[in-house]
């Protein structure tokens, strides 16, 4: 059974940093592409960052970057984002999720078949 748990979310004000972290268990970590995304209210889904399988290449929506930074240690089945200078329109429900799919495909979150339950990121001004 695949899983995915996320932790690290909480309030924060703008400028401050925050560390997600996602643990995984169930597949062969290494053979998947891991990326975070994020969903604000009212809004769909989008893609955060990606870190391609098995960690040489980083991804990264352009309105993060800079400021954050995803990483993963294949021996602890573990991938993080630290998030610095936020900002309130980064708040959002974020998501851990992994994916065998092509590396063309690494920023929908549609090829993704398994998520996390998310955590909460709430900036404030």
């Known amino acids: 059974q695949v899983q995915l748990v996320e932790s690290g979310g909480g309030p924060v004000q703008a400028g401050d940093s925050l560390r997600l972290s996602c643990a995984v268990s169930?597949?062969?970590?290494?053979?998947?592409?891991m990326a975070w995304f994020r969903q604000a209210p009212g809004k769909e889904r989008e893609f955060v960052a990606a870190?391609?399988?098995?960690?040489?290449?980083?991804y990264y929506t352009d309105s993060v970057k800079g400021r954050f930074t995803i990483s993963r240690d294949n021996a602890k089945k573990m991938v993080y984002l630290q998030m610095n200078s936020l900002k309130p329109e980064d708040t959002a429900v974020y998501y851990c999720?992994?994916?065998?799919?092509?590396?063309?495909?690494?920023?929908?979150?549609?090829?993704?078949?398994?998520w996390g339950q998310g955590t909460q990121v709430t900036v404030s001004s």
């Open positions: 870190s391609k399988r098995p960690g040489s290449s980083e």
């Open positions: 999720a992994s994916s065998a799919a092509a590396l063309s495909a690494i920023r929908q979150s549609e090829m993704y078949p398994y």
């Open positions: 169930g597949l062969t970590f290494s053979n998947y592409h």
